[in-house]
């Protein structure tokens, strides 16, 4: 069995899949105060749960931005899962035609969700992952990855108008049920999840009409996917799992 390890700014998503299908998926939080035994031990306890075990584990798939707590995750596979882990990097397979100016800027997440992208549903596509920061990514109809575009996730966002005023309040981000707003977390609401989904719903239309495709279909993936999806039709597809089956792809194309 492969098991895949997305690590993003946020959260750590991993999946183990035997053969196609996936058979186990967790969440941990992204923290640098983790050890490779803490880390270790958590997973053989995830894994047990399931009724598995780290040994039924024959390779390893990494993808992270968050180059701080790589050390420690190597260290782990290595000590648990007697395993080397492979890294989405440089000269690794895709099968991905990338016309990116410098292919190394590209994230480690956003090649494995061009990957999913291209061989689950095909170009011309536009993918949208809405994590930390929210990016969007563009197929053709030879599925070449074109560019994008990133900006900051939806909670990110939100963040930032509380910390950097003196009076707004935290608040949930659940969609209120008008755009005029009685009270200030009705207002913020209104702002933040109604105001995205006008940010996601005119990238889109811009990213597909530069690519000569309006009938392009828009695939999202992410932790906020399903908040802006239930307030607009330009997103077509929901895929929580497109970066781990991406790690999936490229470990079989390594392999």
Known sequence: MIFTMDVGNTNIKMALFDGEEMVGYWRLST???YT???MGSTLMNLFSMKGFKVSDVDGVMLSSVVPTVNFTVEHMFRDYFGIEPMYVAPGIKTGV???YENPRELGSDRICNAVAAANIYGGPCVYIDF???TTFGVLDEK???LGGAICPGLKLTSEALVSGTAK???IELIK?????GKTTVANLQSGLIFGYVGLVEYLAKKLKAEMGHPDAKVIATGGTAKLIASETDCIDVIDGL???KGLRLIWEKNH
């Open 31 to 33: 923290t640098r105060k």
């Open 36 to 38: 490779s035994d803490e």
């Open 97 to 99: 035609d990338i016309k």
């Open 131 to 133: 994590g930390t920061a």
């Open 143 to 145: 599925n070449t990855f």
């Open 168 to 170: 707004l309040p935290h």
């Open 176 to 180: 209120p049920e008008h755009a005029i």
């Open 242 to 244: 497109l970066t781990l």
